[in-house]
């Protein structure tokens, strides 16, 4: 997504899943998101839809479509030194039809709001079948990592790409500190029963303290003392289980030296 030439194919699917693992957009989600037109990244980086190539490109989340069969011959040409624009027109082809465009101004109209509540409200108010799978879908994630990947895109919309790296670096390390990511990562890839116990499990419970303490600098509010450093190799409490004790470690680490 951060590339001079992003080319798709038709094999090409495009997601931003993470509140589905308690987590949020990172790998620079949180300064591209925001960058496409309209509500298209706010609307992608909450549900994780999925994009096709063509969808890609109707949203200009990509630059060309160049058909896989001719993936191959397109890097030979660019390893042979043939400027990238031209390699790119030799081999693109058509992507079809974007299905995301008969949805375009439903997600501009119910996507607008600065609070998660809001959307849902003006999702269940656009009355569609469309409309009623996206509510359903904002009901599944984690309602914590809905609140911070909104207010991330938010402000990631008017951060350059280096402060946008910083942010990302804080919410990681905040996510390390919480429940959900674990739980996320446990329903979806460990245990794989797709029943993540959020907590909070509903989105009234996350308060604004909740949300802004992923944005905090950790320097400041962590202190480091000899006492803490003796620490570092007990586990917490929460970390109890086959998982957390896999990532205990590295949480205190984080905390520690972030």
Same mark, same amino acid.
């Given at each position: ?23 949020y957009p990172?790998v620079?989600?949180?300064y ?6 309209g ?5 992608? =980086?909450?549900? %994780?839809d999925?994009?096709?190539? +063509?969808d890609?490109? @109707?949203?200009?989340?990509?630059? *060309? $479509?160049?058909?896989?069969?001719k993936?191959d011959?397109l ?6 030194g043939v400027p990238?624009?031209?390699a790119?027109?030799a081999?693109? =082809?058509?992507? %079809?039809?974007?299905?995301?465009? +008969?949805?375009r101004? @439903?997600?501009?109209?119910?996507? *607008? $709001? ?12 656009e ?8 509510v ?5 994630v984690?309602?914590?990592?809905l609140?911070?990947t ?6 990631g919309?008017k951060?350059?790409f ?8 804080r ?8 429940d ?5 990562i446990r ?11 959020w907590?909070p ?8 303290s909740?949300?802004e303490?992923h944005f ?14 003796m620490?570092v190799?007990?586990a917490?409490?929460?970390t ?6 896999g990532?205990a ?5 984080s905390?520690?030296?972030?």
């Open positions: 997504m951060h590339g001079s030439h992003r080319i798709v194919s038709e094999r090409t699917l495009f997601a931003m899943p993470e509140t589905g693992i308690g987590l990172d620079g989600g949180t591209f998101l925001p960058r496409l037109p509500q298209a990244g706010i609307w992608l =980086g909450l549900t %994780g999925r994009l096709k190539a +063509a890609m490109l @109707a949203i200009g989340a990509a630059d *060309a $479509f160049v058909p896989s069969g993936i011959a890097i030979d040409d660019l390893a042979a990238a624009d031209e790119v027109a081999r693109r =082809g058509e992507a %079809g039809e974007a299905s995301v465009t +008969a949805i101004g @439903a997600v501009d109209r119910c996507y *607008a $709001f600065d609070s998660v509540e809001a959307i849902v409200k003006a999702l269940e108010a009355g569609t079948e469309w409309a009623a799978g996206q359903a879908t904002l009901r599944r984690s309602p914590t990592s609140k911070v909104l207010a991330a895109l938010r402000r919309a951060l350059d280096e402060a946008c790296m910083v942010q990302e670096l919410l990681s390390l905040a996510c390390l500190a919480g959900d990511f674990y739980e996320g329903a979806v890839l460990v245990d794989k029963d797709k029943n993540p116990k907590k499990a509903d989105l009234v419970d996350v308060g604004p909740d949300v303490r905090a600098n950790p320097r400041a509010a962590i202190s480091c003392s000899a006492t803490d450093a620490a190799g007990a917490p409490a929460r109890s289980g086959p998982l957390r004790s990532y470690g590295a949480s205190t680490r905390k520690t030296f972030g």
